[in-house]
């Protein structure tokens, strides 16, 4: 028995809103997408894992699954439905013999919920979850009630919905001109039995903003153990015409000395993470003696901190930098210095923060010799 988990993440989210379709949005340091897939890869009972994506995604979805052990994405269709069939369809010639299907805009699958859909597929050509509906339900019509509707058997219906490859996809293909909302839907329409398990409330689907809110609150409540830690750093000035700071190019009448790129506030702030992670310090795990790292983007040592982060399973909550000098100017680069830490980060700019300050001409900051900066970061670990 081989299972695969096929992911559909195809659509365009316009009720969304926003540039960007809402499953490769940041959540927590990662695209909402990559959660989804480390869901299913985590799993012990499942042997593949595959992506419909849109075939203007490529680089969002490479991007997003970077390191991931995933098979090929298969381009999606018009509609959710043609989208799925694609995926069942490259399945079916890698040898699978049941698979689960999952909205990529849920990134929260408590394992016991795959578990539960598994189990129902043993006895069952499909498996669905879904939850009670508990709430009275009104017919409305022009804005006013205009009845009431029984919620007696009602069921809240939610992904991953499992299947025996052969028969949802024999199903999808007779279902050509027909439009169904899911896949259990199809199945039963062509006579197959759909065993209904039950759901979870943490599978919620991202519809809204307000949604990846509460799926970041529901993350960060998983996460107890919270930790937090300090970083500092310090580079003379040498000759040059600009310094790099937080990442952004600076116009100066000097620049910083150092084997990278002399960024104080990234080298400050990589150290602040990795010691909330107790993993050394950045000279540990790039020495200046090592020649590849001559004149590297500090960009690449920020980001390897994040990384670090999200392999112990943990997210970054929070991250302050203060650069501490007399010039250049600090105010003018703020923002861009936020939003270029946010980048690398991959966290909403309303968890970074970047402060300047002096030390009143004293010392050798105030003798104008170099810049120094400080950074606390707090992380979240399960």
């Known amino acids: 028995m081989t299972t695969a988990a096929l992911i559909v993440a195809a659509g365009r989210g316009t009720r969304f809103g926003g540039t960007s379709p809402k499953q490769y949005l940041p959540l927590l340091g ?5 959660w989804t897939l480390q869901a299913f890869l985590d799993h012990p009972a499942v042997d593949h ?56 805009a849920r990134p929260l699958v408590p394992a016991a919920l795959i578990d ?40 809240r219906a939610q992904t991953p919905q499992g299947f025996r490859l052969g028969d949802i996809l024999a199903t999808h293909r007779a279902a050509d001109h027909e439009d169904f909302t899911d896949d259990a839907a199809i199945l039963q329409a062509s006579g197959g039995k759909v065993h209904v398990v039950m759901g979870h409330e943490e599978t919620l689907k991202v519809t809204t903003p307000e949604d990846l809110l509460q799926v970041e609150r529901l993350i ?10 300090s970083g500092f750093d310090v580079h003379r000035f040498t000759d040059g015409d600009h310094v790099t700071l937080c990442g952004v190019r600076v116009p100066h009448t000097q620049a910083l000395l150092g084997h990278s790129d002399a960024d104080v506030g990234l080298h400050a702030l990589t150290d602040a993470l990795l010691g909330a992670l107790a993993e050394g310090d950045i000279g540990a795990v790039f020495p ?32 302050d930098v203060t650069l501490i000098c007399e010039r250049p100017k600090i105010g003018p680069h703020r923002d861009q210095m936020r939003g270029r830490i946010a980048e690398i980060l991959r966290i909403s700019l309303d968890r970074v923060s ?11 900051t105030g003798r104008r010799e170099g810049i120094a900066a400080q950074a606390m970061a707090t992380v979240r670990l399960p």
Do not use: C, Y
Not at 30 to 34: G, S
Not at 69 to 80: D, K, M, Q, W
Not at 220 to 229: C, E, H, K, T, Y
Not at 354 to 364: D, R
């Open 30 to 34: 990662a695209p909402l997408l990559r």
């Open 49 to 104: 894992v595959l992506t419909v994506i849109h075939e203007d995604d490529r680089q969002l979805f490479d991007a997003a699954a970077s390191g991931l052990s995933l098979l090929p994405p298969v381009t999606g269709g018009a509609t959710r439905q043609l989208s799925v069939r694609a995926g069942l369809e490259a399945l079916a010639r890698q040898g699978v013999t049941q698979v689960l299907i999952h909205d990529a």
């Open 116 to 155: 539960r859909v598994l189990a129902a597929l043993k006895d069952n050509p499909g498996a669905l979850p879904a939850l009670p509906v508990v709430d009275s339900l009104r017919r409305v019509t022009d804005g006013f009630v205009s009845g009431s509707v029984d919620r007696d058997g009602l069921m």
């Open 220 to 229: 960060l409540n998983r996460l107890g153990d919270i930790r937090s830690a």
């Open 288 to 319: 200046p003696s090592d020649p590849q790292w001559r004149g590297v983007d500090s960009a690449v040592f920020l980001a390897h901190a994040r990384d670090r982060v999200a392999a112990r399973g943990g997210v970054i909550a929070h991250v």
């Open 354 to 364: 970047v402060k300047a300050t002096t030390t009143e001409e004293l010392g050798f």
